[in-house]
């Protein structure tokens, strides 16, 4: 490819770029502190019944 030509790799990402950091008024909006301890108690709770399990 020559230099004088445009690949449109950052110009075609742009759109999503703006898409994506758009915030939503309709969103769900979680605390990432609430995800990690949801899936630490998702994970003992999974421990807990292999070992009730046998």
Request: aromatic residues 8%; hydrophobic residues 50%.
């Amino acid at each position: 490819m020559s230099s004088g030509q445009n690949s449109g790799g950052l110009m075609s990402s742009a759109g999503l770029v703006r898409y994506f950091d758009a915030e939503d008024r309709n969103a769900i909006r979680l605390d990432p502190k609430t995800i990690v301890a949801f899936g630490v108690l998702f994970g003992v709770g999974v421990q807990l019944l292999n070992i009730l399990a046998l």
